[in-house]
């Protein structure tokens, strides 16, 4: 319906169910407007716009499929490849360029791509491309299109915001609808559908049964999240399934690497987001598990959408867990489905067995006589020459292989650290001070002895030691010189000086006596002054203690007589001075409770 409308000039809106060949809808039309190359002919006359890169590469396929006759040229550029290949396919010339908004609005700034020769425009999954953010990016990209083209918008759901769009921008649009008012009832009439509410810890197990049924080919997981979609790989792949996740968080050789392994075969579940629910193509996709509840029920739509494809039957399972059943009913409702109240399932519930045909008995776990698949490693990565920051398979690489490359790296060459002292090596320091020390005789050296302390001016020092002779020929002998007492009355004189109290010396030994014999040297005498002993503290006079602390010591005389009057208290004055009379004139002015 829309290609005789497209082929004439006309702006169209095409709205159809996934899998009815929107794609050939506007690409044989704009492929026939645009015509052959031309070698004097080299900015592009027509334009697709898609969200995801995914969906360009598909559109690009099909475009390169129906125009192979033809020889056009067909550019796909996209974020997360390198600059360099599609600049140099810009400048030898294109007629057909699909891209996402980023990357194309990327290349018009850098003035490598003119878009002033566009004659026809077409936005596919617009509705996607709103949901993504892409709206502010599509009104530059319409603003730099010449304003006399043919625009097409081409979308499975057809929201609000599309229809505002569309008459903005376009020109008395035919809207073609290749469905009826409840279609969206009917999006996927070969499709079988299955509602179950389950458990959070549970769906794993249901699915590694659900993977074991009979006539399962190519099989789709949907995950809300880029986090559960790397659990679920991760947890799959230890049961024995051959299963590769597609998010927003990989780099894009990844998610080739990923989609190419799904589509020959060398994997057989692909767990993705969103990202994958529009516009992937895959032939033989036999079951679609929505392993997390659907945002809405567009999302619903194109996640189940990719099976049951041109004329095929396929399988789509959903798990409602207790928190998403109010979501659920939203999304049932506005569908007119027939799962209000989904069935409550466990992975020992016998009607998963019968309604999905899996063998009684089956586990959780695949038996190692079915693990044929290559499985994600035997696809080689493409060097796309990646822009911006390297990015891994999630927490794939696991602690283990961590482990073992920090065990494969080479050790560490140890520091070497040398001490200095005064800017010299120690080595060499000690090595001098052993140099300027004498030969020592250790056939006649005793043992070393404390050295003697003495005192001057009230300070520590170390007595030096004795000479080398007397250490190798006679022991030391230490003498203590008693020095008399000094007065304490008797100032010393200012011509003699004041004596040193406390002073120790060591006495060399006399060589001439015999070492059987004591030997006994006399003190050297200080050449200006003598060596005074310390003087003997004085004697304190002894302390009276009475033989009772209750002792009177003095009593103070009684001079009182019985003559005496006691004197008067202050209250006893105050009472006689209110009872004697006053005169008038002295009264003061009465009290209110005065009489």
């Known amino acids: 319906m829309a290609l005789p409308l497209a082929l004439s000039g006309q702006d169209i809106i095409g709205q159809a169910r996934t899998g009815t060949g929107k794609t050939y809808a506007f690409g044989v039309a704009m492929l026939q407007r645009v015509g052959k190359p ?18 360009a590469l598909q559109v690009t396929e099909d475009l390169v499929t129906a125009g192979g006759k033809l020889g056009s040229r067909i550019l796909t550029v996209y974020g997360g490849r390198a600059y360099e290949p599609q600049i140099e396919a810009l400048k030898q010339g294109v007629d057909v360029i699909v891209g996402t908004p980023g990357r194309l609005l990327d290349l018009v700034k850098q003035k490598h791509l003119d878009l002033s020769q566009i004659t026809m425009l077409v936005l596919d999954e617009a509705d996607r491309m709103l949901d993504l953010g892409f709206l502010p990016d599509i009104e530059r990209i319409i603003k730099l299109v010449p304003a006399e083209r043919q625009t097409m918008l081409f979308s499975a759901t057809l929201p609000g915001e599309i229809v505002a769009l569309s008459r903005r921008y376009l020109n008395r649009p035919t809207h073609v609808r290749a469905e009826n008012n409840d279609a969206e009832a009917e999006a996927t009439p070969q499709t079988t559908q299955f509602v179950w509410r389950t458990h959070r810890m549970d769906k794993i197990e249901i699915l590694g049964r659900l993977l074991q049924c009979e006539g399962r080919g ?3 997981v949907f995950c809300e999240t880029k986090r559960a979609c790397d659990m679920v790989v991760e947890q799959l792949k230890e049961r024995g399934f051959a299963a590769a996740a597609v998010h927003g968080d990989l780099g894009q050789g990844q998610r080739e690497q990923a989609l190419r392994a799904f589509r020959n075969g060398k994997i057989d579940v692909l767990v993705a987001t969103d990202v994958a629910a529009r516009g992937i193509d895959v032939d033989d996709v036999t079951h679609v598990v929505n392993y997390d509840c659907p945002q809405d029920e567009k999302a619903y739509v194109h996640r189940i959408g990719r099976t049951g494809r041109a004329g095929k039957t396929g399988v789509a399972v959903t798990f409602v867990e207790w928190e998403d059943l109010t979501r659920w009913k939203v999304i049932n409702n506005a569908l007119s489905l027939s799962f209000a109240d989904p069935v409550e399932t466990y992975s020992t519930s016998p009607h998963i067995y019968s309604e999905l045909g899996i063998p009684e008995g089956t586990k959780g776990v695949l038996p190692r006589a079915n693990r044929s698949r290559a499985g994600l490693a035997a696809e080689e990565v493409e060097d796309l020459g990646e ?12 602690r283990d292989e961590e482990r073992e490359e920090r065990r494969e790296r080479p050790a560490r060459n140890p520091r070497e ?5 005064g800017g010299r090596s120690a080595e060499t320091t000690e090595q001098a001070v052993t140099e300027a020390l004498p030969a020592e005789e250790p056939q006649n050296r005793p043992a070393e002895e404390p050295r003697s302390r003495r005192t001057r001016g009230g300070r520590v020092t170390e007595e030096a ?20 007492p000094v007065e304490a009355d008797v ?37 200006d002054e003598p060596v005074l002993e310390t003087p003997q503290p004085r004697p304190q006079p002894e302390k009276i203690i009475p033989a009772s602390p209750f002792t009177v010591i003095f009593q103070s005389p009684d001079l009182a007589t019985d003559d005496d009057e006691i004197a008067p208290s202050a209250a006893s004055e105050r009472v006689q001075n209110r009872r004697r009379p006053q005169p008038r004139g002295q009264r003061g002015p009465r009290r209110p409770n005065q009489p």
């Open 491 to 527: 100032a010393p004189s200012n011509d003699e000086p004041a004596p040193r109290r406390g002073r120790t010396r060591k006495a060399g030994l006399n060589p001439e006596v015999s070492l059987g014999e004591p030997a006994v040297a006399e003190a050297p005498a200080w050449e």
């Open 417 to 421: 650290r040398r001490r200095t002292r």
């Open 38 to 55: 031309r070698k004097n002919r080299k900015k592009p006359r027509g334009l697709v716009v898609v969200p995801t890169r995914e969906l």
């Open 387 to 398: 822009t911006g920051r390297t990015r891994s398979r999630g927490p794939r690489k696991g």
């Open 218 to 220: 190519l099989t789709m």
């Open 465 to 484: 030691p004795a000479p080398a002779e007397a250490v190798t020929t006679q022991e030391h002998v230490v003498e203590v010189v008693e020095l008399p």
